[in-house]
């Protein structure tokens, strides 16, 4: 797959349901194995097979939910919650000192070995338990040996479940609520799992979920755990765990707010609800196309790949003495915490309004004695201006060759062969960007031959620098292209796709204090 075919995959995939949280910058994404968001979820197929484990007589079952909570820092420390850690972030801390998790006594044994969950704590957002696996002798055992490991930066470590292993969430109805995502891991396995982060600690590891608009509805809540290997041993462990949301659900407060705003472009924007829960706050926007909006669009050719456009709106929250608390915007000039914890993006389905897009942004909890501003600063689109630039191997010895488009520029400096990893004779683009998050690009050679960009083992790309004021980044990175053995006479270069900024003059939405 070129580079441009793999860009292009994770955008539209991504798109219908999953909007890339702002830290995964293009730059530094395109090393990184593609993750996509599934409209559909397999899962619900599997439902009579859990009800032909009731049949299987060799393992042994023990569920039981106690309604203990932890409401007192004296009661916590008593009892000892897993998710006070420090390692969590300050939603779940919180709303587990305020005494929203459960303690847990569910269990599953099959071949000597039980898994079982310790505690869970949920709301309408979000979903964690913490689990252990003990083998017969009730000697507890590496809890992540359920996963296959790999490090995707300093400090990112991904867990991908191994074999046929399934955790998941439904509703009381049986619907799947949390989401899914598909992985195409360092391997090119593909994995599927609703997991959405995995946090070993000690003996033990908490498995985290994000729920998707199904659970603001649901009375009850269900984890599913359903195995058939653990570690090398084969087996079953199956699970239908009930959890109670009361709790949370009481105190989640839906605030609407019912503000829209119409940019140049002609994309009306409306901020809907602002909804806190125990463990983040959410803000639900709609965007649809104005009729003006909609013939604007026919004049932009390069918005479309086919009928497709894929565009995000971009805002930031700041507080009464004007600091950013909050953003959707890929900033390196504010703490890692104040970014979108996980953006959800969905299509409404009625035939009745085809054009509107809702969006959920959802935060670490906003402090409900606060006041609070949504600042609109503009929209992230990603554009084909399938731009081409034409040069010799000779031209670019004596100087580097650039592409520009709406302020951004790839330059390449230098072209050279290696041997890779593979040891195989391999092409190396020197190249530089200054862009607002990415650039693809297609290479050619006189006789029409496409080379592929392999992502994987071209060097991690380094920041030079920020323009904090453009939103724009410098970057040199080291490009691998397969199949060239020799250096071509003649190279075009194809702006494939950009990723772009469209600033719009500061639009502002006071919000309402939770406590209000």
Do not use: C
Request: proline residues 5%; without cysteine; charged residues 25%.
């Amino acid at each position: 797959m070129s580079s441009h075919d793999d860009l292009i995959k994770q955008k539209i995939e991504s798109s219908i349901d999953h909007i890339p949280v702002p830290e995964s910058i293009f730059a530094f994404a395109k090393e990184l194995p593609f993750q996509v968001e599934k409209q559909q979820n397999p899962r619900l197929t599997r439902k009579p097979r859990w009800r032909k484990w009731l049949a299987v007589a060799a393992v042994s079952i023990f569920i039981g939910i106690s309604t203990g909570a932890y409401i007192s820092p004296t009661f916590a420390a008593y009892i000892k919650s897993f998710f006070i850690r420090p390692e969590l972030d300050e939603g779940l801390q919180t709303a587990a000192k305020e005494g929203f998790s459960q303690k847990a006594e569910a269990a599953v044994t099959d071949h000597g070995i039980t898994f079982r969950i310790k505690e869970v704590m949920a709301d309408t957002n979000r979903l964690i338990f913490t689990y252990s696996l003990e083998n017969k002798n009730g000697k507890l055992i590496d809890p992540t040996i359920l996963f296959e490991k790999e490090q995707w930066g300093p400090k990112q470590t991904m867990y991908f479940v191994k074999h046929a292993n399934e955790f998941y969430i439904t509703n009381e109805k049986g619907e799947v609520v949390s989401t899914n995502r598909t992985y195409q891991t360092n391997t090119g396995r593909m994995v599927s799992q609703s997991i959405d982060q995995v946090f070993p600690h000690g003996h033990y590891a908490d498995l985290m979920f994000s729920l998707n608009d199904k659970a603001r509805e649901a009375k009850q809540l269900f984890i599913h755990i359903d195995l058939n290997q653990i570690g090398t041993v084969n087996g079953q462990w199956k699970l239908e765990i009930p959890v109670n949301i009361d709790k949370s659900m009481l105190v989640t407060k839906t605030v609407p707010i019912g503000q829209t705003y119409v940019t140049d472009d002609g994309l009306q924007i409306t901020v809907k609800n602002l909804i806190h829960s125990p463990t983040l706050t959410s803000i639900e926007l709609e965007t649809s196309w104005t009729e003006e909006g909609k013939e604007r669009l026919k004049s932009h050719p390069e918005y479309w790949l086919g009928d497709q456009m894929f565009y995000q709106p971009l805002f930031d929250i700041v507080d009464s003495n004007g600091n950013i608390v909050a953003t959707t915007l890929p900033r390196w000039d504010i703490e890692e915490s104040k970014s979108a914890v996980f953006v959800y993006k969905k299509e409404l389905p009625s035939s009745r309004q085809p054009n509107v897009v809702r969006w959920r942004y959802s935060f670490l909890p906003f402090s409900s004695k606060g006041t609070y501003t949504f600042v609109f600063r503009g929209i992230e689109r990603m554009e084909y201006p399938d731009q081409s630039l034409a040069f010799s191997a000779e031209e670019l010895k004596k100087h580097p060759i650039s592409l520009h488009y709406k302020g951004n520029t790839l330059t390449i400096h230098q072209l050279r062969l290696e041997t890779n990893k593979e040891n195989k004779s391999v092409g190396i683009l020197d190249v530089e960007t200054n862009t607002y998050l990415g650039m693809d690009f297609q290479l050619r050679d006189e006789t029409q031959q496409v080379y592929t960009i392999n992502q994987k083992n071209s060097w991690l790309p380094t920041i030079i620098s920020y323009d904090e004021k453009k939103m724009m980044y410098k970057i040199k990175s080291n490009v691998e292209v397969e199949g060239m053995d020799k250096i071509p006479k003649q190279l075009t270069i194809t702006l494939k796709s950009v990723i772009v900024f469209d600033p719009s003059e500061n639009w502002h939405v006071s919000l309402p204090a939770s406590n209000e």
